[in-house]
């Protein structure tokens, strides 16, 4: 029996593609972009092409498994028996695995929960999770439900994304922005941050589009980039300075009058406090700390005010540094003060996420606690790992569930959270797909499905199309759902809650059951039947002359409409004066750079940037993905390896006083002088069992406690030639 089944591609990406899976006799044997969905358009990114290779690999985890060695041994080789695949049988001398049945792994893990919680109290257990899958369901649902039952320490999931959202909203209230299909009627186009064919390569069609038409693309990134290589204008920059470049923009748009008048006086408040702020970053000045000459800021700015409709595609890596926040907030002024919102194809997105307002509480029932619970449990932020495990108490961390994620590889500061990871007294629980570098120091592996597997409500990020993804095929092995797997720790808690019990669909409804207007009409069988639909937006005013046979453009803030408290784009914002930070905006160089106090530490910048063909660690371990990129280089630029004595190919040794790390040298121009760069990658696929997180920090940003992984100084020395 053949049959074709509509999914959504749950990973962390803005494009959340509309995908058709062919079903033989139970076994998926083809996947496919769904070209019925408007903005992925029938075609997948190379990795997800590749999916059926993830299913299906020989190194799935199918079982439970008890760790029977100490925390690390051997897992570095990652081989298994043959014929076994997933058993987790190791060939090397020293066995670490034993197979075990789930209810064995589930009473352990209840076993282990209860005399924690009788000795130290609730709050030493902590759930870490973020996102590995973005579905409704399986990202947020049910775990919630059970962590908050439980009392257990809460998790701030900052690492990847809080910075920049903090300093969206703190603008426009709301994450919401220009949809994709809007990029081909755009003019001029800034890619700030945005590497669009490594990381949204949906949109990269519509800008394409829009450059027959006459667009100009520019690329502002410290890296060359696949997506900079193609730019009509590439403008590198130097790394945690890209605020500083907003407000020049803006002294050179104010100061030539080319701001909207009206739009401003109407829609915005604040102006004239930030025509009083900007007129200190002149491009004279702003160029000492971006790298970009002052004749070439004002040129991008006279252009950007000028060309319309102009966009802005603004992506996170802007706010990965120590002022990330402040400058994603300088970077969306832009658009409210040249009143681009007003134009198809003007604007600026980031993310499109706070459109779809699905019943989380529904989902995630804040509501549960412990019975006679007198406090809010304990918040902890998923960035400083390495010091809630070694250095936490009142109570110390004793029990440490890991799903969606894959701490000992994404997490900063890699060898303090390795050192609490190996602690014989922390008992971990991983939920995982593979054997990760995570689960090297699991007592508990559990095995998940893929979104093959089963069934989801998927928003997005990239546009404004809602898809119900559905189970293609029974979980291989003995895999199950985050959903299954806390419901029946539920269970083995004692729990009787009746939303334990909730089926998937009866969840799916519960999420899709929401006062959000734009969800009107869209229900869980319309989903089922249409594979995506489009929000509704009928509520929102027309476009005025707009005549296509395509869906009417959503223009989120032509006519104000801000989510903010003075609703209004707050160019002065009391929030973040609150905080005690500029209620306007500043710039102030990264503590980790070449302007920055600590730049006398160590000399070069290094940018940890992820890789163009994984997905942060995910996909890092299929072979039939290692194969489109070239890991463990370090990209210098040539004046910089000429200055060490190191020449290309050769084997480096790059430090700061919190790790080291072995990398072959790349000089190649992808980077300017005094930056390096190096890609994320599985430590146990990295020299010496290590990754570039050895060198990153666990310092906060200045808005959303978020990761600062672009904020770090090393310095480089040759070790060897490479033969």
Request: with cysteine; charged share 20%.
């Amino acid at each position: 029996m053949k049959q074709v089944v509509h999914a959504a591609c749950p990973h962390d990406c803005p494009d959340a593609c509309g995908v058709l899976i062919t079903v033989e006799d139970g076994r998926a044997t083809k996947i496919q972009g769904d070209p019925g969905h408007p903005v992925t358009r029938g075609f997948l990114c190379g990795k997800v092409a590749k999916y059926l290779d993830r299913v299906y690999s020989p190194d799935r985890v199918l079982y439970p498994m008890r760790r029977i060695a100490p925390k690390g041994v051997a897992e570095k080789q990652r081989r298994f028996a043959p014929g076994q695949p997933g058993a987790a049988v190791p060939t090397q001398a020293a066995q670490v695995w034993q197979r075990i049945s789930w209810d064995e792994a589930l009473d352990e893990i209840a076993s282990r929960f209860r005399s924690i919680i009788a000795e130290f109290g609730s709050e030493a257990i902590l759930p870490y999770s973020y996102g590995g899958t973005l579905g409704a369901l399986n990202g947020a649902s049910m775990d919630r439900r059970f962590f908050g039952r439980l009392g257990t320490s809460q998790l701030e999931r900052a690492i990847c994304s809080a910075a920049g959202e903090a300093g969206l909203i703190s603008v426009l209230g709301v994450k919401l922005g220009t949809e994709p299909e809007q990029f081909v009627h755009s003019r001029y186009i800034i890619a700030w941050a945005s590497n669009i064919h490594g990381n949204n390569v949906h949109l990269w069609p519509f800008i394409e589009e829009a450059r027959r038409n006459g667009a100009k693309l520019v690329v502002i990134d410290p890296y060359r980039t696949r997506t900079a290589a193609c730019a009509d204008w590439y403008l590198p920059i130097n790394p945690g300075t890209d605020g500083a470049l907003a407000l020049a923009m803006m002294h050179v748009i104010i100061g030539e009058g080319l701001h909207d008048a009206d739009y401003v006086a109407e829609f915005t408040l604040g102006f004239e406090e930030l025509r009083e702020k900007v007129k200190s970053y002149s491009p004279e000045r702003v160029a000492q700390w971006t790298g970009i000459a002052a004749e070439d800021i004002r040129k991008l700015a006279l252009e950007y005010a000028t060309v319309r409709p102009s966009v802005i595609r603004l992506n996170y890596g802007v706010q990965r540094s120590d002022g990330g926040g402040m400058a994603t907030r300088a970077i969306v002024m832009l658009p409210c003060i040249i009143g681009s919102w007003k134009e198809v194809g003007g604007g600026l997105q980031m993310s499109t996420s706070g459109s779809f307002g699905l019943n989380k509480d529904a989902l995630t029932r804040p509501d549960l606690k412990p019975e006679g619970l007198d406090h809010v449990p304990r918040t902890v932020n998923m960035v400083e790992l390495g010091k809630a495990l070694n250095t936490l108490n009142d109570p110390p961390v004793k029990a440490l569930f890991v799903y969606n994620s894959n701490p000992a590889a994404v997490c900063p500061n890699h060898n303090e959270v390795v050192r609490g990871l190996k602690r014989a007294d922390l008992f971990t629980v991983v939920h995982e797909q593979f054997f990760t570098d995570t689960t090297d120091y699991a007592d508990i592996v559990l095995p998940a499905t893929t979104f093959f597997e089963h069934k989801d409500l998927q928003a997005a990020y990239g546009h404004y199309y809602l898809q119900v993804s559905d189970q293609a095929i029974e979980p291989l092995g003995e895999c199950r759902a985050n959903v299954e797997v806390f419901r029946v720790l539920a269970e083995r808690m004692g729990f009787n809650d009746e939303c334990f019990n909730e089926s998937v669909d009866e969840m799916i409804d519960g999420a899709l059951a929401s006062s959000n207007p734009w969800l009107k009409g869209i229900s869980r069988e319309r989903l089922e039947r249409e594979g995506q639909v489009r929000l509704n937006f009928s509520c929102q005013p027309p476009v005025a002359g707009y005549q296509s046979e395509t869906p009417e453009p959503f223009l989120p803030f032509a006519h104000g409409n801000f989510r903010t408290p003075s609703g209004k784009a707050e160019l002065y914002s009391e929030a973040i004066k609150a905080q005690g930070l500029d209620p306007v905006v500043e710039f102030t160089p990264p503590a980790e750079s070449r302007h920055g106090v600590e730049k006398k530490t160590f000399p070069l910048e290094l940018l940890a940037r992820k890789a163009d063909n994984f997905l942060n660690s995910t996909f890092s371990n299929l072979p039939s993905v290692q194969t489109m990129e070239e890991t463990n280089l370090l990209e210098m630029h040539s004046a910089d390896a000429r200055r060490r004595g190191i020449a290309n190919g050769d084997t480096v040794r790059v430090y700061n006083h919190r790790g080291e790390i072995l990398l072959k040298a790349r000089v190649d121009g992808a980077v300017q002088p005094g930056v390096v760069s190096a890609t994320l990658n599985w430590a146990k696929l990295a020299p010496g069992f290590r990754n570039i997180n050895v060198l990153t920090s666990e310092k906060l940003s200045d808005l959303g406690n978020s990761a600062t992984f672009y904020s770090v100084l090393v310095e480089v020395e040759s070790v060897k030639s490479s033969s």
